[in-house]
């Protein structure tokens, strides 16, 4: 015959037995000044005799201090998510907490229960750097079982456009500005190499990036030449690229980020394409690399760090309304103009 397994004792079960509301066992639980010793004893006492553990989420609503973040990511190694993950990791220091990282694999199958299984106990407040498919997973996982501790990191979708759990890196209007920096050299069009996004439909997902591009394009009466798309890593960019560099006709390449522009390049140098003499290239994001390759890159910078910071401190103020909701702090995108783009060649 099998054992029911014994109820974990709640807050209320402790009240009751020490005599005491809910709200004072919480005070005791959070090491407030304001009890009574002889409570807090009786307290104390009630909560080792029934073996009560406090909810972490509860603490931190009830005006404890939560001591942990866990951030859930799909790829440390691309300069967007380091970089915010490093902004994070500075806030959370600043303020005595400690941060854990959890990598989301683009290849696996993430289930509701596997995502839940990452975070170290319930309500453990959590920031989400969602770019992709498995990080768009977690957000609507997270937001089911504990929105009031999550933050994400991400692109606006049109159901959550203005969200108070949300820091959206709307990156359309530097894609368009890049855009037409290209037409205004005076290229006839500008082909688009995308990075993976989790957005749109199956058939035709398009970044804010990409859409920026896009509208460009259109505002400005030129053909739309079909997106070509790269998974994220240079080698899978190289191979999408290269049909696109070695027709001649190309002259001008918006790449998603400065990886797939690296690829780019060095697909324009193995088929002879002078940079930017006959093909311009422009990538998206600033990585330090891109100020050191030859010739150095033209790219968008974004405020990855600032933006990593500002999640944290979002994170803070929705688990204790008595911090300060913080003001947007990083600065707005913009295109850096290096050695990688110029005029089409005289025809």
Same mark, same amino acid.
């Given at each position: 015959?099998?054992?029911?397994?014994?109820?974990?004792?709640?807050?209320?079960? *402790?009240?009751?037995?020490?005599?005491?509301?809910?709200?004072?066992?919480? !005070?005791?639980?959070?090491?407030?000044?304001?009890?009574?010793?002889?409570?807090?004893?009786?307290?104390?006492?009630?909560? @080792?005799?029934?073996?009560?553990?406090?909810? !972490?989420?509860?603490?931190?609503? %009830?005006?404890?201090? %939560?001591?942990?973040?866990?951030?859930?990511?799909? &790829?440390? /190694?691309?300069?967007?998510?380091?970089?915010?993950?490093?902004?994070? @990791?500075?806030?959370?220091?600043?303020?005595?907490? /400690?941060?854990?990282?959890?990598?989301?694999?683009?290849?696996?199958?993430?289930?509701?229960?596997?995502?839940?299984?990452?975070?170290?106990?319930?309500?453990?407040?959590?920031?989400?750097?969602?770019?992709?498919?498995?990080?768009?997973?977690?957000?609507?996982?997270?937001?089911?079982?504990?929105? #009031?501790?999550?933050?994400?990191?991400?692109?606006?979708?049109?159901?959550?456009?203005?969200?108070? $759990?949300?820091?959206?890196?709307?990156?359309?209007?530097?894609?368009?500005?890049?855009?037409?920096?290209?037409?205004?050299?005076? +290229? #006839?069009?500008? +082909?688009?190499?995308?990075?993976?996004?989790?957005?749109?439909?199956?058939?035709?997902?398009?970044? +804010?990036?990409?859409?920026? $591009?896009?509208? %460009?394009?259109?505002?400005?009466?030129?053909?739309?030449?079909?997106? *070509? +798309?790269?998974? $994220?890593?240079?080698?899978?960019?190289?191979?999408?690229?290269?049909?696109?560099?070695?027709?001649?006709?190309?002259?001008?390449?918006?790449?998603?980020?400065?990886?797939?522009?690296?690829?780019?390049?060095?697909?324009?140098?193995?088929?002879?394409?002078?940079?930017?003499?006959?093909?311009?290239?422009?990538?998206?994001?600033?990585?330090?690399?891109?100020?050191?390759?030859?010739?150095?890159?033209?790219?968008?910078?974004?405020?990855?760090?600032?933006?990593?910071?500002?999640?944290?401190?979002?994170?803070?103020?929705?688990? &204790?309304?008595?911090?300060?909701?913080?003001?947007?702090? $990083?600065?707005?995108?913009?295109? *850096?103009?290096?050695?990688?783009?110029?005029?089409?060649?005289?025809?």
């Amino acid at each position: 015959m099998s054992v029911e397994p014994k109820k974990a004792a709640s807050i209320w079960d *402790v009240a009751k037995l020490a005599g005491v509301s809910h709200q004072t066992v919480s !005070r005791v639980v959070n090491s407030s000044p304001r009890v009574a010793p002889t409570t807090r004893d009786r307290v104390l006492a009630a909560i @080792e005799e029934l073996g009560y553990r406090p909810n !972490r989420l509860a603490r931190t609503l %009830a005006g404890g201090a %939560a001591q942990s973040v866990t951030v859930l990511t799909a &790829d440390t /190694s691309l300069y967007g998510s380091e970089a915010s993950l490093r902004g994070i @990791e500075k806030a959370a220091r600043a303020a005595g907490w /400690s941060v854990s990282i959890s990598v989301l694999d683009p290849d696996e199958t993430h289930s509701d229960a596997s995502i839940i299984a990452r975070l170290p106990r319930a309500g453990e407040p959590t920031i989400i750097v969602a770019h992709d498919d498995a990080g768009m997973r977690a957000r609507r996982t997270l937001l089911a079982a504990q929105p #009031q501790a999550l933050v994400a990191i991400g692109e606006y979708t049109g159901d959550h456009y203005d969200e108070p $759990w949300l820091i959206g890196l709307d990156d359309g209007q530097i894609a368009a500005e890049a855009t037409r920096y290209l037409l205004g050299l005076g +290229h #006839q069009t500008v +082909h688009h190499l995308a990075i993976p996004t989790a957005l749109g439909t199956e058939a035709d997902r398009k970044s +804010h990036r990409a859409e920026g $591009w896009a509208d %460009a394009l259109r505002e400005a009466g030129r053909t739309l030449p079909p997106m *070509v +798309h790269s998974g $994220w890593t240079i080698s899978e960019a190289f191979e999408a690229v290269r049909p696109l560099v070695e027709d001649r006709s190309v002259t001008a390449i918006l790449c998603g980020n400065d990886d797939l522009a690296l690829a780019t390049l060095r697909a324009a140098y193995l088929t002879g394409r002078d940079v930017p003499g006959d093909l311009s290239i422009v990538g998206f994001d600033n990585a330090p690399f891109s100020a050191y390759t030859t010739p150095a890159l033209t790219t968008v910078n974004q405020d990855f760090e600032n933006v990593g910071r500002g999640a944290f401190e979002l994170l803070r103020h929705r688990l &204790d309304s008595s911090v300060p909701k913080p003001a947007p702090a $990083w600065r707005a995108p913009e295109l *850096v103009i290096r050695e990688t783009s110029g005029p089409p060649p005289s025809r």
